[in-house]
């Protein structure tokens, strides 16, 4: 996941949760690591399964109107 500077830290927090099934504690942490550092790992997943991870959140995002940016890449 990636900062940028109009999605709320309340709606990261709802997306972490939502879509990667995360409590509210590891939720917050890796929402102030996104924020601190620019981005922040949500998980590892396989490909396929990552890939739609980051189709749901940017669907849900735009739906909600916020630029949030969510990618994949290899390990």
């Known amino acids: ?3 940028d500077d109009y999605t709320t830290t309340d709606f990261v927090v ?4 939502r ?3 995360l409590d509210i504690e590891r939720a917050v942490a890796i929402m102030l690591k996104v924020h601190h550092e620019g ?3 949500c998980g590892v997943f396989s ?3 990552a890939m739609t991870k980051v189709e749901l959140v ?3 995002a735009r739906q909600h109107e916020y630029p949030l940016r969510c990618s994949c890449e290899p390990v």
């Open 1 to 3: 996941m990636h900062n």
């Open 19 to 21: 879509f990667f099934a």
């Open 39 to 41: 981005k922040a790992v």
């Open 58 to 60: 940017r669907d849900y």
């Open 14 to 17: 709802e997306v972490l949760q």
């Open 47 to 49: 490909r396929d399964i």
